[in-house]
C-alpha cells in the first residue's frame, strides 16, 4: 500500500509563512490534493491537483510537488488558518490520505 | 450552492449492521462520483468507498471490503453506505463527499464535504 508522511505538528508566527509537506514515494508523479479540518465544520478541498485553488480559496495558498515530497505553503498565515491539513493521493483505485498536521498559528 | 447532509449514524453492537445515507443537492448529481470518508477519535482521514457518476464502478479500502457496501439512489440524490460485521475498529465520524469528476478513483480531489455522521460500535 502507499503511505504518505505528514509532520504531526508545524507553528508559524501570525503574518509569517507556513510550510507542511506530505511526502510519498515518487509523490511527484501523482497528483495531491489538500485539505483543511476544523473541528465541527465540514473539511474543506484547499488545493487540488498540487497547485490548484478552489474558488473561495485566498490566495496566500499555493502547493508544489516533486520527487518525495508535496508541499503546502501559507503566506501570511492568518489566525483563521489555524486547523489541520491533510493530504491526499489516488494510488491503484484506493485514495490515499496523510496523518494530518496540525498547523499552530501563533 | 454544494450540500451534502449525512444521516443514520448511532452506537451499534460489534457484528451488527448500520446503513449511512448522505442527501445532496445543489449540484447535479448524476453526474459526479461520491465517497465515502471516516475519521476515528484522535486520528485522520482515511478514505472508505467510491461510487462512480453512474454506479457501475466501485472501489473499496481493504479494511471494509466484504462488509461495507456502498450505493446510490439518482432518484433521491442519495448515496448509502451499507455497513455489515462492524468492529470496534469502524468507530468514527463519516463523511460523505462529491467527487470533481466521474469518480473512477484515479486522480479526482473531494471538493465538497457534508459534516459527518458519527458512528460507534460498542458492546
Same mark, same amino acid.
Given at each position: 500500500?502507499?503511505?504518505?508522511?505528514? @509532520?504531526?505538528?508545524?507553528?508559524?508566527?501570525?503574518?509569517?509563512?507556513?510550510?507542511?509537506?506530505?511526502?510519498? +514515494?515518487?509523490?511527484?508523479? +501523482?497528483?495531491?490534493?489538500?485539505?483543511?479540518?476544523? @473541528?465541527?465544520?465540514?473539511?474543506?478541498?484547499?488545493?487540488?491537483?498540487? #497547485?490548484?485553488?478552489?474558488?473561495?480559496? @485566498?490566495?496566500?495558498?499555493?502547493?508544489?510537488?516533486?520527487?518525495?515530497?508535496?508541499?503546502?505553503?501559507?503566506?501570511?498565515?492568518?489566525?483563521?488558518?489555524?486547523?489541520?491539513?491533510?493530504?491526499?493521493?489516488?494510488?491503484?483505485?484506493?485514495?490515499?490520505?496523510?496523518?494530518?498536521?496540525? #498547523?499552530?498559528?501563533? | 450552492?454544494?450540500?451534502?447532509? $449525512?444521516?443514520?449514524?448511532?452506537?451499534?453492537?460489534?457484528?451488527?449492521?448500520?446503513?449511512?445515507?448522505?442527501?445532496?443537492?445543489?449540484?447535479?448529481?448524476?453526474?459526479?462520483?461520491?465517497?465515502?470518508?471516516?475519521?476515528?477519535?484522535?486520528?485522520?482521514? $482515511?478514505?472508505?468507498?467510491?461510487?462512480?457518476?453512474?454506479?457501475? $464502478?466501485?472501489?473499496?479500502?481493504?479494511?471494509?471490503?466484504?462488509?461495507?457496501?456502498?450505493?446510490?439512489?439518482?432518484?433521491?440524490?442519495?448515496?448509502?453506505?451499507?455497513?455489515?460485521?462492524?468492529?470496534?475498529?469502524?468507530?468514527?465520524?463519516?463523511?460523505?463527499?462529491?467527487?470533481?469528476?466521474?469518480?473512477?478513483?484515479?486522480? $479526482?480531489?473531494?471538493?465538497?464535504?457534508?459534516?459527518?455522521?458519527?458512528?460507534?460500535?460498542?458492546?
Amino acid at each position: 500500500s502507499y503511505d504518505l508522511t505528514q @509532520p504531526l505538528s508545524v507553528s508559524v508566527a501570525l503574518g509569517q509563512t507556513a510550510t507542511i509537506t506530505c511526502g510519498g +514515494k515518487k509523490i511527484g508523479e +501523482k497528483n495531491v490534493h489538500w485539505y483543511q479540518l476544523k @473541528p465541527g465544520q465540514a473539511p474543506v478541498l484547499v488545493l487540488y491537483r498540487d #497547485l490548484n485553488r478552489p474558488p473561495g480559496i @485566498p490566495g496566500r495558498f499555493s502547493g508544489s510537488n516533486s520527487g518525495n515530497t508535496a508541499t503546502l505553503t501559507i503566506s501570511g498565515a492568518q489566525a483563521g488558518d489555524e486547523a489541520d491539513y491533510s493530504c491526499q493521493v489516488w494510488d491503484s483505485y484506493t485514495a490515499v490520505f496523510g496523518g494530518g498536521t496540525k #498547523l499552530t498559528v501563533l | 450552492q454544494v450540500l451534502l447532509v $449525512e444521516s443514520g449514524g448511532g452506537v451499534v453492537q460489534p457484528g451488527k449492521s448500520l446503513r449511512l445515507s448522505c442527501v445532496a443537492s445543489g449540484f447535479t448529481f448524476s453526474s459526479y462520483g461520491m465517497h465515502w470518508v471516516r475519521q476515528a477519535p484522535g486520528k485522520g482521514l $482515511e478514505w472508505v468507498a467510491v461510487i462512480s457518476f453512474n454506479g457501475d $464502478e466501485k472501489y473499496y479500502v481493504d479494511s471494509v471490503k466484504g462488509r461495507f457496501t456502498i450505493s446510490r439512489d439518482k432518484s433521491k440524490n442519495t448515496v448509502y453506505l451499507q455497513m455489515n460485521s462492524l468492529r470496534g475498529e469502524d468507530t468514527a465520524l463519516y463523511y460523505c463527499a462529491k467527487d470533481e469528476g466521474s469518480g473512477s478513483g484515479t486522480s $479526482e480531489a473531494l471538493d465538497s464535504w457534508g459534516q459527518g455522521t458519527q458512528v460507534t460500535v460498542s458492546s
